[in-house]
T-cell receptor
Framework: SQQGEEDPQALSIQEGENATMNCSYK?????LQWYRQNSGRGLVHLIL?????REKHSGRLRVTLDTSKKSSSLLITASRAADTASYFC?????????FGAGTILRVKS | DGGITQSPKYLFRKEGQNVTLSCEQN?????MYWYRQDPGQGLRLIYY???????QKGDIAEGYSVSREKKESFPLTVTSAQKNPTAFYLC????????????FGPGTRLTVL
């Protein structure tokens, strides 16, 4: 299986609610990144967290990293319809970025 | 505006044809990448290049070829040897190291007729 795997595969919430997505990985990493992809478009980088960091914020995004559990979570607070997209985690493995299969988030207005 | 452009947005190929996907960046990035994305799957690395006139195979290079004659350009050719080329193709670039933040183009959707 892949180095990084997101969970859940799909998530549907109401506007204003918080959305949490998780990423688990298998081997030690130097950094972990989260990207967003709107339907039919390219990926957009959201946030990078290094292995010596535990939490990072960017606007309504909060990312945590637990290297002991080899997992990361992405929290989107006060979600908006415009947050509807696929979210991917990417981890460094053998000096390259490896992307998970993604979580599809649907925010209903 | 700085960024990555890909063309065309949609491409149709007949069986046995080679087609070339364009990728240009004006971010002054050294490294460029080609990924393939299939429905419900993550990105798979086809080829990457860290400097001009040099490139390396990724995980699924069979049936594809690339060139890197200029820093700004990294075209991908899908050859007739690629048996299942229908997919969404994404080009990306980064400053140097392969694990740096990558900046993506808008993608090309290739369909085999």
């Amino acid at each position: 299986s892949q180095q990084g795997e997101e969970d859940p595969q799909a998530l549907s919430i109401q506007e204003g609610e918080n959305a949490t997505m998780n990423c688990s990985y298998k081997t030690s990493i130097n950094n972990l990144q989260w990207y967003r992809q709107n339907s039919g478009r390219g990926l957009v980088h959201l946030i990078l967290i290094r292995s010596n960091e535990r939490e990072k914020h960017s606007g309504r995004l909060r990312v945590t990293l637990d290297t002991s559990k080899k997992s990361s979570s992405l929290l989107i607070t006060a979600s908006r319809a415009a947050d509807t997209a696929s979210y991917f985690c990417a981890t460094d493995l053998e000096d390259k970025l490896v992307f998970g299969a993604g979580t599809i988030l649907r925010v209903k207005s | 505006d700085g960024g990555i452009t890909q063309s065309p947005k949609y491409l149709f190929r007949k069986e046995g044809q080679n087609v070339t996907l364009s990728c240009e960046q004006n971010l002054n990035h050294d490294a460029m990448y080609w990924y393939r994305q299939d429905p419900g799957q993550g990105l798979r690395l086809i080829y990457y290049s860290q400097i001009v006139n040099d490139f390396q195979k990724g995980d699924i290079a069979e049936g594809y070829s690339v060139s890197r004659e200029k820093k700004e350009s990294f075209p991908l050719t899908v050859t007739s040897a690629q048996k299942n080329p229908t997919a969404f193709y994404l080009c990306a670039s980064s400053t140097a190291a392969r694990t740096d933040t990558q900046y993506f183009g808008p993608g090309t959707r290739l369909t085999v007729l």
